[in-house]
């Protein structure tokens, strides 16, 4: 079995950055699996998601 480890990139992106962006996150469980929802609310269908068993932990991101 081969494994691995996925170390979070944090290479700064040379892009825009809307200053008006108002960013969210919250851990949705629909009964199967809990998954993090990270939304940009001040902008329709502008979110993400991922099983919370995939996303990286705060610790593991310093």
């Known amino acids: 079995m081969h494994s691995q480890s996925m ?4 290479t700064a992106v040379s892009a825009p950055v809307a ?11 629909d009964g199967r699996v809990e998954r ?19 996303a990286a932990s705060l610790p593991e991101w310093r």
């Open 19 to 29: 200053e008006d962006a108002e960013v969210m996150s919250s851990v949705d469980d």
């Open 7 to 10: 170390t979070p990139d944090t």
């Open 36 to 54: 993090l929802v990270i939304a940009d609310i001040t902008r329709d269908n502008e979110w993400l998601s991922m099983p919370v068993a995939d």
